[in-house]
T-cell receptor
Framework: ETGVTQSPTHLIKTRGQQVTLRCSSQ?????VSWYQQALGQGPQFIFQ???????GRGNFPPRFSGLQFPNYSSELNVNALELDDSALYLC????????????FGSGTRLTVV | AQSVTQLDSQVPVFEEAPVELRCNYS??????LFWYVQYPNQGLQLLLK??????LVKGINGFEAEFNKSQTSFHLRKPSVHISDTAEYFC?????????????FGSGTQLTVLP
C-alpha cells in the first residue's frame, strides 16, 4: 500500500510568480485535501476535491486553485505569489465512506522571496 | 464552524514521566476528533481518532485520549514518555456528516522529552 507522495519537496519562488504543487493520493483513496501550514502554526484547510470537483473550501482567495485527476492525483496552483504564501503545503487523501482517516504526505516547503 | 484550542504551546517533561497534552474544541454539530504528530520536516501522522462509542481511545506508540463531551475536551495522555516522543502534536476536529469533512487544527503543542 503506497502512501501519499508530494512533489517537489522544496521550492523557492519570487513574489508575483505562479507555482504548481503535485500530490499522488494513497492507493484506493478518492478524496484529496490541501492544507497550508505556516511556520509555528497548525495546518489550515485550503480545499478538498472529490470526484474531480471541489466540494469544500477554506478561507483562501481564488488565486489558490486545484485539480483532481481521474487517477485521484491532484495539483495545487497558486497565482500571483505573495510573501505570506511561504509555508509547508500538505496534501491529504481519504476514502469517502471508510472508517475515516486522512493520510498526509510529507509536504512541499514553499519559500517566496 | 468548529475551532480547536490547545492550551499549552510547549510542554517539557522528563523521560519516563507521564504527560498530558490538553485540547478543547467548540462546535455546533457532532464532531470527530483526532490527534496528529509531526516530526521535524515531516508531514502529519495520525496518533488516534474518536468517531463514536467508547470515550477512551487508544492509539499508536502508547498514547490514549479521552473524549469528554460535557467539557468539550479531548486530552492526550501517555503514562511514560520516551526521548523519541519529542515532536509537535496537533489536535483536530471535523464535522461528522457530509462529504466535505475538512479538519480544523489547533495551533499545536511542542512536546520536548528531556533526558
Amino acid at each position: 500500500e503506497t502512501g501519499v507522495t508530494q512533489s517537489p519537496t522544496h521550492l523557492i519562488k519570487t513574489r508575483g510568480q505562479q507555482v504548481t504543487l503535485r500530490c499522488s493520493s494513497q492507493s484506493g483513496h478518492n478524496t484529496v485535501s490541501w492544507y497550508q501550514q505556516a511556520l509555528g502554526q497548525g495546518p489550515q484547510f485550503i480545499f478538498q476535491y472529490y470526484r474531480e470537483e471541489e466540494n469544500g473550501r477554506g478561507n483562501f482567495p481564488p488565486r489558490f486553485s486545484g485539480l483532481q485527476f481521474p487517477n485521484y492525483s491532484s495539483e495545487l496552483n497558486v497565482n500571483a505569489l505573495e510573501l505570506d504564501d511561504s509555508a509547508l503545503y500538505l496534501c491529504a487523501s481519504s476514502l469517502v465512506g471508510s472508517s475515516y482517516g486522512y493520510t498526509f504526505g510529507s509536504g512541499t516547503r514553499l519559500t517566496v522571496v | 464552524a468548529q475551532s480547536v484550542t490547545q492550551l499549552d504551546s510547549q510542554v517539557p517533561v522528563f523521560e519516563e514521566a507521564p504527560v498530558e497534552l490538553r485540547c478543547n474544541y467548540s462546535s455546533s454539530v457532532s464532531v470527530y476528533l483526532f490527534w496528529y504528530v509531526q516530526y521535524p520536516n515531516q508531514g502529519l501522522q495520525l496518533l488516534l481518532k474518536y468517531l463514536s462509542g467508547s470515550t477512551l481511545v487508544k492509539g499508536i506508540n502508547g498514547f490514549e485520549a479521552e473524549f469528554n463531551k460535557s467539557q468539550t475536551s479531548f486530552h492526550l495522555r501517555k503514562p511514560s514518555v520516551h526521548i523519541s516522543d519529542t515532536a509537535e502534536y496537533f489536535c483536530a476536529v471535523s464535522g461528522s456528516s457530509g462529504s466535505a469533512r475538512q479538519l480544523t487544527f489547533g495551533s499545536g503543542t511542542q512536546l520536548t522529552v528531556l533526558p
